[in-house]
Every structure is written in structure tokens, then in C-alpha cells.
């Protein structure tokens, strides 16, 4: 069984800083593509950030320059967050392609539970 567990939101004035933590656990074959996506009330989930196992990123426009994504060989990906906006709020979720050791010919996608930022302005 698959896990990914996030941490590090909160509540931060605007222009602060904030790193977010997602670690994937269980029995894993291999760990592909890793991102963090947000979303708003009312609104639909976005890509935020993302980060290929072979360190490629790619960005949304309206983080580009204050978001950074990154990830280590344990199974971690890290979005370290400065100058926030209130517009940034939302509950951020990472997700990741593994491929299970029980089922190591697929790749599915897991998602954690989600962790609230809140901007204050």
C-alpha cells in the first residue's frame, strides 16, 4: 500500500515564506513524476508545480520566481513557497506516479490528503 503524507502549511502574512513536505511511503517500486497542486473555494485544482524523476520542473505562471520544487532520494518532495500572496491560499496537494512493487508494469497516481496555506493580507 501507497501513502503520500504532506505537512508544513499554516496560516503566514503576505510576502512570507512557507515549505511544504510530502513524503510517499509504503511498498514502492519506483517513483516517476512528483507535483503539487492547489485549490481554491469554488474553484477547480491546478497544477502548481512539478518536478520529473529526472529533475525537470515546470511551473504554473502565477508561481514562477517565488515557488521552488524540489524533491531528495528518499521518497520526498519538498515546495518551498516565498512571497506569498493571499491569492495563494488554498489547500495544497501533492501527488506522485509509482509505480507498487506489487504491480511494478503500472504506473497510478496518488494523491495525499492535502495541507491548508492561508495568506493574511
Known amino acids: 500500500q501507497v501513502q503520500l503524507v504532506e505537512s508544513g502549511g499554516g496560516l503566514v502574512q503576505a510576502g512570507g515564506s512557507l515549505r511544504l513536505s510530502c513524503a510517499a511511503s509504503?511498498?514502492?517500486?519506483?517513483?516517476?513524476?512528483m507535483g503539487w497542486y492547489h485549490q481554491a473555494p469554488g474553484k477547480q485544482r491546478e497544477l502548481v508545480a512539478r518536478?520529473?524523476?529526472?529533475?525537470?520542473t515546470n511551473y504554473a505562471n502565477a508561481v514562477k520566481g517565488r515557488f521552488t520544487i524540489s524533491r531528495d532520494n528518499a521518497n520526498t518532495v519538498y515546495l518551498q513557497m516565498n512571497s506569498l500572496k493571499p491569492e495563494d491560499t488554498a489547500v495544497y496537494y501533492c501527488?506522485?506516479?509509482?509505480?507498487?512493487?506489487?504491480?511494478?508494469?503500472?504506473?497510478?497516481?496518488?494523491w495525499g490528503q492535502g495541507t491548508q496555506v492561508t495568506v493574511s493580507s
Open positions: 509504503g511498498t514502492i517500486f519506483s517513483i516517476n513524476a
Open positions: 518536478i520529473t524523476s529526472g529533475g525537470s
Open positions: 501527488n506522485a506516479d509509482i509505480q507498487p512493487r506489487s504491480d511494478y508494469s503500472n504506473t497510478y497516481r496518488y
